[in-house]
């Protein structure tokens, strides 16, 4: 998930890198994968500007996608942990506090919610 990027990348670049997968050039592993949680779990990033806000200081607004989420197989961590890791990995790479999860993760017990069209 983390990204090395140029103070001056656009957030598209960001989100761009963040949604492809990372395959180490490098790795001792018999057949090199993919190692972005991201991608590996199913997730999506995405962002615009909130056009409702000051046009001088526009607020970044991420959202991530959960509704084709899965968990893959022999991974030991949760959604709700992989989501945690790239919220953080947003507010780093993108120095935003505004981060939107669709569709909504159920607790224990809870349906999915799904997003009104």
Known sequence: MPCV???????????????????????????PADANLITLYGLTVSGKYDEKG?????????TIHCAKSTSPKGYPFTLDEVLEKVKASVKLNLNTEEIVVLPKIPNKGDQAVAPNP
């Open 54 to 62: 000051d046009p001088k200081n526009p607020k970044l607004i991420i």
């Open 5 to 31: 990027t140029s103070s001056t990348d656009s957030y598209e670049r960001v989100i761009g890198l963040m949604n492809s997968p990372y395959i180490p050039h490098h790795a001792n592993w018999n057949v």
